[in-house]
């Protein structure tokens, strides 16, 4: 195609937005033609007379023709007006077509809300959560799915998910993420246990060499234990749940490193005694979590605004 030609294409299929009226306009011609009067228009529309006024002597300049006589006795359309106007209607029709199809897109994606979360937020924190979203919008309904914190990002990343929440170091590739809480694990043991009794706390390199009751690999509070301590001894047991290392560190089996939102009451009945250690950090941020570039909307959009409040 020649420079000519390509030129000659564009001026034909130019930006529409620069030489068709927008719907503001039409839908003010179209009231105009049905009511005979543009104050009558410009009130049914929430307008000021002046104001209908300046949009419908832009909307001729733009087109470059006369479309409405006024005169004291009210507004009448031109042959070209009536003409525009004709036009106008089957635009502001296939408008509403169109408005009516996005708010069935809407609809049906605000009747769902697919959550996935790592085991902790999933325990202790999304009940809450869910319950005040349920307030918020009583007809959506909600599925969660918890599990560790790479199976959060694979079932996003797969399209299983509209939101995710993990607990881990770092964000997933292909994530975007924002903040929304702080925790801290903590090393608990049963009252009978050696640890329950010490004096002095814990080094680090101590808890680094001691089979632990430990999350499976993959689960954000391993991978934070694991990269505080630089190395963990082999498992002493290893298990898929939260509420599962907790019952196995109650029953004796060993000591075990949680979550400090997860053991609050079994603390405070003693069936778990805390054990201070030295010489290690084990604070981490808890994450919301969606796909790169897919900011969260509707009722994940709300899910993500309650976890800040």
């Known amino acids: 195609m020649s420079n000519a030609e390509e030129q000659a294409g564009q001026g034909a299929s130019g930006p529409l937005a620069h030489r068709v009226p927008d719907l503001g306009a039409l839908e003010l011609l179209l009231a105009v033609a049905r009511l005979g009067s543009l104050g009558g228009a410009a009130r049914e529309l929430g307008i000021t007379q002046p104001a209908a006024s300046s949009r419908i002597r832009s909307m001729e300049r733009q087109l470059g023709v006369a479309l409405v006589d006024r005169s004291p006795r009210g507004s009448r359309l031109t042959d070209a007006g009536a003409l525009v106007t004709d036009w106008a209607r089957r635009i ?80 997933p590739a292909g994530l975007d993420s924002a903040v929304i809480a702080h925790d801290r694990l903590i090393v608990v043991t049963a009252p009978g246990h050696a640890w329950a009794r010490r004096r002095r706390s814990l080094a680090a390199e101590e808890l680094a060499s001691t089979p632990l009751i430990l999350r499976e690999k993959g689960s954000g509070t391993r991978q934070v234990l694991d990269a505080a301590l630089g190395g963990l001894a082999r498992p002493l047991i290893e298990l898929s749940s939260t509420t599962a290392v907790k019952a196995a560190a109650v029953s004796g089996a060993g000591p075990a490193v949680l979550s400090e939102l997860a053991v609050g009451e079994e603390l405070a009945m003693r069936r778990l005694v805390p054990v201070p250690v030295e010489g290690v950090a084990l604070a981490r941020d808890l994450r919301a979590v969606w796909p790169t570039g897919h900011r969260p909307t509707g009722p994940a959009r709300d899910l993500l605004s309650l976890t800040r409040g």
């Open 92 to 171: 502001v029709e296939a408008a509403e077509a169109f408005d009516v199809g996005a708010q069935a897109l809407r609809d049906r994606r605000d009747s769902r809300l697919r959550v996935a979360a790592s085991m902790t937020i999933a325990e202790y924190l999304l009940p809450g959560w869910l319950l005040a979203l349920r307030a918020q919008r009583p007809d959506t309904a909600v599925s969660l799915h918890a599990g560790n914190s790479t199976v959060v990002a694979e079932r996003l990343l797969s399209d299983e998910a509209d939101l995710g929440f993990v607990e881990g170091l770092s964000v």
